[in-house]
Structure formats: C-alpha cells, structure tokens
C-alpha cells in the first residue's frame, strides 16, 4: 500500500464525516468524551488528568507511579524529542540503540532492550495515540503539537499487554478544537546551521460537531561530528514530518481519526573510536586485532594502496579530539577495500493510521481503537571510528503492523464498580537483518593484493568472502482478553485488580550466506558452504501464552492524600533472533516473567495560595528468565543474541514534588534509584545495561504578564545521572556522571501583538558524555575466543543554541 493510496482513503474518512457532520445539529447533551482529550485537562484545584488505567483520572488518585507532562510544558522545558524527555522523567532512561540515534532504547525501572529487532518485543511499551508502536525508528520524533506525554513506571501487563514488563511510554497527539479557529508557525535559527519550522492550523467545519487539525514540523542541522579523512559532518538532522487529524463529535458518539507520516535522511550517527585491546579484557584470549597485529601488522587500506601499520592507524585515531573520528574515507570513489555502496547514512520512513471511536449507551461505553504502521529503516555505519575498515555494516528493517482493540467500560452496577471489559489484537511482520562488512581488511589482503585465491585472516573461508547477509523474515502474533476493575468498599477505601490471557506465536526465517565478489554466494547457516545455497533457509516457530494480573488497595483518607499498595504479575513472550546464522543463535529465547510490589503515597499540601503535589513509590520486582541482550563474535561476524538469565531482583523508588505558586512561579523536582542483584545465572555482564543508579533534576519557570509588553516566560532545568553501563561486558562503555543544564525565556503576545520570540540554549555547560555505541573489547568471560579488540561510541549533542520567532493566529 502506497502513501498515497493511504492518504486518499484518509481524505475519504475525513469527507465522509465532514458530509455527516454538515447535515447534523448539535445536540444539547453534551457528547462523550473521549479520555485522551481529558488528560491535559486541569481542574479547578489544579489535577492533571491522565489514562494510565485507560479511562480519565486525577494524577494524584491514580495508584500507579507516573510522570505526565503537557505538550506545553514540554516545549517550555526545550524537550523536543525521547532523548531530551528522560531528562525530565525519573526512572525513564533512553539511549541510543546500539550505533544509530535515530533507534532508540527505553528503560524503565532497570529494565531495557539493547537492540529493538523484529520478534524481539522491548519491555518498555511506546504507544501513539493510545496505538503502541513496538520499533521506535522516529517514534523519538514525534514530539510536536502534542497534548502530554505519559511514563507509566513498572509492570503494566493486564490494560496495556504487549508483554509490557518495565512500562510504557503513552504519547498523545493534540486533538482537533471543534469550537475555534487557530493556528500557530514557529521558526528557530541556531548554532550548526539549525534551521526548524513547526506549524500547527485548526478549523472547526462544523462548530461544535466536527474538525480538522494540521500540524508539522521540519528540521535540518548540520552534524557536530567531523570526519577527519573526508571533512564529511555526522551527527546531523534532517527530517520533515506531519500529521492530519479529524474527529467528529455527536450525542454520546465521538470519532478521532489521524493520519502521520515521517521521512528522515541524514548521514547517520558517528562512532569514534575510544579504545582497542590486543588481549581480551575478561578471558585472556587473543582478540582479533592482537592475532593480526601479532601475524602482521602491515595491510592496504585500499585495494593497490601501499601497506600500513595498523597498531599505528588506531593510535592515531584514538588521538583525536572531542566530536572528531575517522571512516578512513568509507564509501568514498576508489576506496574499493571496504567493499561498500557509498559513505554513512540513515533512512526512515514511517507513516501511520489511527481511529479511537467511542459510544456511550447509559452507563457504559464502548470503545474501538484501530492502527496501521508501515516502517522502512536503514543504517550503514562505520562502526569502529577509525581509517582500519574493521566492522561497517548496514542493518535495515521493513514492518509494518496492525492492532484492533475494543473496549466497554463503566459502571452499570452503581456508583461503587467501575471496570473495564476488553478485547486486543496485534500482528507484525517483514524483514529484520545486516549486510555486516566485517574485518575486510584482515579477510581480503590476497584480493587486495592481486591474489583473490589466497585466504586472509579468516582461514576458513576465502578471502572475497568477507561480506555476508544475514537477513530474517518474520511474523509476530498476539491476541489477548482482559478485565479490569474498582470497588469502591467506602469513600476512604478502594479495591482494584486485574487479569488478561494473552497468547503470542512468533515465526521465524533466516537465510544467511556470504556475497561472494568474485563468485556465486556460499551457505552461512550450520558452517561455511555446509548447505547448497539453495537449501540455506532455516525456519522455526515459538508459541507463548501467559495470564498476567494486578492488585492493588488504596486508601484515600481525604481528597489530598492517597496511599496505595499494588501486586502486579507481568510477562515477556519469547521469540528469535532473526540475524542468526546457525543453530545455536536460531535458539529460541523463553518468555520472561516478573512480579512487582511497589507501594506508594500521593500529597497535597496548600499553603498561602500555593499547591505542592507531591508522589512517592518504592517497588521490588522478581524476575524469571531474564532476557539479556548481548554482542558476540562468532565466525567472524558480530550478533546480538538474546539469552534467558534465570533470575534477578530489581528493587528501587521515585519521589516528584510539582510547586505551583501565585504570581507565575513554578518548580519540579524528581529522583530516582534502582539497583538489581542477579541470583541465579550471572553470566559476569553488567544487568543495569543502559540505566543509571540515581537520577536527579528540576526545574525553575516564571511566567509572567508584562503590562504593555508581552507575556514573559522563563525555564530553567537541570538533571544529573550517575554512572550508567552502556555495554553488557566491556567496562570502557561506562559513562561516568554527568549534568545538563538547559535555558529559555521568551516573550510571546509581544506589545499585544501575536507574534512571540525567545532565547534556547541546551547542554550549558557542554558536558561530553556517551549515548550509545559498539563495545566489542570483550566477548565475554566465559567465551572461548577474544573479541574483535575495540570500542567506539555515538557521543551527546555539545552546546546548543539560538532564537526563536513565532506568531499565532
């Protein structure tokens, strides 16, 4: 299906209810409303509202430890994107998946996926507009004209499913305004050439009854990475995306339909080199490099170029300075040796359709929710950071999904129960797999020397033979039922809980073998040439089910204090790793289980006008066939290979405190410590891979009326994080602590008018600090050969800044 084809069915959706809506009049009760349009919504004591038990409820009521934050407060705070929201969030940790920042891993509470592949379900859910999205290629981006983001922290198993085991990220669109024309254009010049247009129209056809909402958002900046060799920038932007919303609202029937879409080409995410290693760190083997060096040293790094010393080129490289790297020339013409298509880039495509209907019929109502994506990523990197061509993949992904889920929720026994009836399905399937280009050098030094027979370092395949693909093909099903409920045993005390089947199947396809570049391609799949190539596919299928369940008892002495404690029983399904390449990394990995206790208290305090929120949660969680991610070397070509550690306990707590006080000031403040102990089945890797101990931040804001002039608004934030394992062996992808300070102030209405302007500046105090990377110093304790011998990482955005212009209208 083509975007365009997608986009006249969307038209058709939207005339279609266009041409209702003109023929109807407003009916004096008011409509439904459907719960995401309340979760901005503020009372008259200042609640926010959140559907973190998928209906509409006060934030400091909900027994549930979560962070919600509105579209508005967001971009006040400078928070543009999944990188920039764990700085305002405890708990929630997101790194760079592995080489790329455009693929992102979400961590809550200890628990995170290093790498995001097909069959391979994150434990922290990511959803747009209530629809989750389990590849999170350019979710990071969508954060434009929203109306909150919610993290929703721990094991959320029976409402949300989808084997959500850590928690779940909710992000909601703005929804189209049925009573007022509007609209806003904002434009920000900055430092790296930073160009960003965002613009947002509202029309309300029929007042009352039906509208149209458009936004957009366009971003281009130069990288602040430079490739020494080529004067190439990396780390760049340059993406366009939008979104069409429409939503039609009757007596006691609402439907809320948007269409969006993102395209994203930019040079990809540098890798600089920090380290190598002639000796494994952990298992006193040879690595790669050493046996290479120690055989010989000298090598071409380019067919026909003169030979050079490769101890020289990485001490040359690991020399260089701050955002500063070397691909060696990587796809440039005539370097022939690394065997690619052209120099590092990054690719997206992501488009997608949503419907949330809702009915009401008396005391109960029905609810559908549907969504559609279709994602296409690709990512050709240079993953060692130096002129040595070691390791340049490109990994790619093709899916797309679908999810149908019906609801009916209310309370047609009385006042006291309230609950929720439900019925969810999802299905994904495509292509997950690499081209990985490894070690070229080592396994092509006859071909780059006129001698193709002859074999490189690799004895064991000839030497053209250093390019393979390792694609998968598969198919993720689910489907789950699920009830949900609150008895109201008095005003002061509630009972809650929870129970849902859910029911997995995962199939799987590999087709690993070498691209020969001399000859026909050889069978990967149980050793070299071992199959025909004809007969190299290898297929497997995994059947999971599992019934999840939460109970919780609260304890509302008054209207300013609640008080909880809750039991919720989670789970992971299994599923393959669809880059394998015999049998042993085509081993299916088993579903992960988990039980959490966590209690907690929510208060208000009032004093002198102001209003103190404050949250606090301590939680312990039992986990059972952990699922660990780790990258090894096998045959010469790195694999991440998902293992099952038998058990682990992960234990820890949040506190927020959220000051409102009269006269425009505000603050927040958050923390966060989690700490785990693996009990059975340590394998020697770090389990807190990607997450830090202890996260501390807040926040200053002063908005203020300026008579004559304008409305005055002012942020200040900070955050700190301490040391956090990027990596699950190698103790050189450590970043030590580190803080970021990030600054506005802005004037908007400026002497009546509707134009606005404002200073933004991000990371302050330039700290340098790690996001991500490729740690392959190690292949691990217990491994009998030593890794590839280096290490390189994707770096933070250094100081940024510049102006901003905007105009409403």
């Known amino acids: 299906m083509r975007v365009p084809l997608v986009l006249l069915g969307v038209s058709q959706i939207v005339l279609a209810q266009a041409a209702f809506a ?51 407060a967001l971009a006040a705070r400078g928070v543009r994107d999944a990188l920039d929201l764990q700085y305002q969030t405890p708990s929630l940790s997101v790194t760079a998946n592995g080489t790329s920042r455009n693929s992102l891993s979400y961590a809550i509470r200890g628990q995170r996926t290093q790498e995001a592949q097909l069959l391979t379900d994150p434990p922290v859910g990511t959803y747009f507009a209530e629809v989750v999205s389990p590849r999170t290629y350019g979710f990071g981006t969508a954060f434009y004209d929203l109306q909150n983001v919610q993290v929703l922290k721990g094991v959320q198993g029976t ?41 947002m129209v509202n029309i309300p056809v029929v007042e009352g009854v039906f509208g149209i909402r458009a936004a957009g958002k366009f971003r281009d900046r130069t990288g602040f990475t430079r490739d020494v060799s080529t004067g190439r920038d990396y780390d760049d932007q340059h993406y366009y995306a939008f979104r069409v919303s429409a939503e039609l609202n009757l007596d006691r029937f609402t439907s809320f339909t948007v269409f969006d879409r993102l395209r994203q080409n930019e040079h990809s995410s540098a890798l600089k080199l920090i380290g190598y290693s002639l000796t494994d760190p952990l298992n006193g083997q040879p690595t790669v490099i050493g046996q290479q060096i120690a055989a010989s040293p000298f090598f071409p790094v380019s067919a026909g170029a003169p030979t050079q010393d490769l101890n020289a080129i990485l001490s040359r490289d ?13 796809g440039t013409p005539g370097n022939t040796l690394d065997g690619t298509a052209g120099q590092p880039y990054n690719r997206i495509k992501n488009w997608g359709i949503t419907n949330k209907t809702t009915f009401e019929a008396g005391d109960v109502t029905f609810k559908n929710i549907f969504g559609y994506r279709k994602i296409r990523y690709v990512n050709h990197s240079d993953y060692d950071g130096t002129a040595a061509a070691l390791i340049g993949p490109v990994q790619f992904s093709r899916t797309n999904n679908i999810s149908e889920e019906f609801q009916m929720q209310g309370k047609p026994f009385g006042e006291r129960l309230e609950f929720t009836l439900g019925a969810f399905y999802f299905r994904e399937k495509g292509q997950d797999g690499a081209e990985p280009l490894s070690f070229p050098q080592l396994t092509s030094i006859g071909f780059a020397s006129g001698a193709p027979a002859q074999a490189g370092f690799f004895l064991n395949r000839p030497a053209e033979n250093y390019r393979q693909s390792t694609i998968g093909y598969g198919k993720a099903s689910s489907w789950a039922v699920y009830t949900a409920g609150t008895f109201s045993v008095s005003d002061e005390l509630k009972l809650s809980g929870g129970i849902r089947y859910n029911n997995d199947v995962r199939n799987a396809r590999v087709n690993p073998f070498y691209i020969s570049l001399l000859g026909a391609p050889t069978c990967v799949y149980g050793g070299f040439g071992v199959r025909p190539i004809e007969n190299c596919s290898e297929s497997r299928i995994l059947k999971n089910d599992a019934v999840t369940y939460d109970a919780t008892i609260q304890y509302e002495p008054s209207s300013d204090l609640t008080m909880y404690a809750a039991l919720r029983h989670g789970y992971r399904a299994g599923g393959f790793s669809l880059r394998a390449q015999n049998d042993v990394t085509f081993r299916p990995f088993q579903p992960e289980k988990v039980d959490e206790y966590e209690g907690g208290i929510k208060k208000n305090f009032f004093f002198g006008g102001a209003r103190l929120s404050t949250s606090l949660a301590a939680f312990f969680q039992n986990y059972k066939n952990v699922q660990q991610q780790n990258a090894l070397l096998i045959d010469g070509q790195v694999n991440t290979i998902t293992t099952n550690i038998a058990k682990r306990h992960n234990y820890g707590g949040e506190f927020e405190a959220n000051l409102t006080v009269p006269g425009g000031f505000s603050a927040n403040l958050f923390y966060s410590f989690v700490d785990t102990k693996v009990i059975k089945g340590d394998n020697g890797s770090y389990p807190l891979q990607g997450v830090p101990k202890h996260q501390l931040g807040g926040g200053l804001t002063y908005a203020h009326e300026l008579e004559g002039m304008g409305e005055l608004a002012a942020n200040v934030n900070a955050t700190y994080r301490s040391k956090t394992p990027l990596d699950d062996f ?24 509707p134009f606005g302007a404002a200073l933004f500046v991000t990371n302050l105090t330039k700290a340098y600090y790690k996001q991500g990377g490729i740690y392959l110093l190690s292949n691990g304790p217990n491994a009998p050969d030593g890794g590839p011998g280096y290490a390189a990482s994707t770096f933070g955005e250094p100081r940024m800044y510049g102006i901003e212009a905007s105009v409403k209208f």
């Open 22 to 72: 003109q023929d109807v009049v407003p009916a004096p009760q008011q409509a439904p409303v459907d719960a995401t349009s309340q979760t901005d919504a503020t009372a008259a004591t200042g609640d926010i509202v959140v559907t973190a038990r998928r209906r509409a409820e006060s934030l400091q009521d909900v027994p549930i430890s979560i962070t919600a934050v509105s579209g508005a």
């Open 318 to 330: 690991l020399a260089l300075g701050r955002y500063r790297f070397n691909t060696g020339g990587m």
């Open 730 to 753: 190698d103790a050189i992808g450590n970043q030590k602590g580190y803080a970021l300070v990030n600054a506005r102030i802005g004037l908007d209405r400026i002497g009546g008018s």
């Open 159 to 199: 409402l949300f499913g989808r084997n959500m085991t850590g928690g779940a990220v909710l992000v909601e669109p703005n929804h189209p305004d049925l009573n007022e024309y509007h609209g806003e254009l904002t434009g920000q010049y900055g430092n790296y050439d930073l160009k960003d247009i965002t613009g």
